[in-house]
């Protein structure tokens, strides 16, 4: 059996299992979430089966971006939320549970029971620019180091 196959998304795509879907176009599927932490909580995946974003192509991944834009706007007119929560997970430890690639589009009301899952503080400039040099010199660009 291939990814592919055993893939709740892909058989989504396929037709195979149903889902609310809300809008779909050669490259991509947009429906809402069955297990919505939000009312109109909305999945954008890509048609092409791809893990995670070290398996999607760039232009599928802007795609799938595309149609996130564009349901980004049709939830905002149906809900007129306070705010929208978009997240992409990756791999078990980015908290990623379906392995095929998707874009959560949550919308969100000031009052609503969701909470930020980590408490940022400022970052020390020199790790960001030790963070920096690491970073490029992985790209070959010695000249921005």
Known sequence: MTSETACEFCAIVTGRLHAEIL?????TVAFLDN???MEGHTLVIPKVHATDIWAISE??????MRTAHR???LLDGV???????LFQANRPAG???VFHLHVHLVPRRESDHLHRPWHAERAHPAAL???????????????RV
Do not use: I, N
């Open 95 to 97: 908290w990623q549970d």
């Open 129 to 143: 620019s030790r963070t920096r040099r690491r970073v490029l010199r992985q790209t070959g660009d010695d000249a």
């Open 23 to 27: 809008f779909e176009d050669e490259s």
């Open 35 to 37: 297990t919505a932490v």
């Open 59 to 64: 232009d599928d991944a802007a795609a799938v």
């Open 79 to 85: 809900f007129t939320p306070d705010g929208m929560t």
């Open 71 to 73: 349901m980004a706007a």
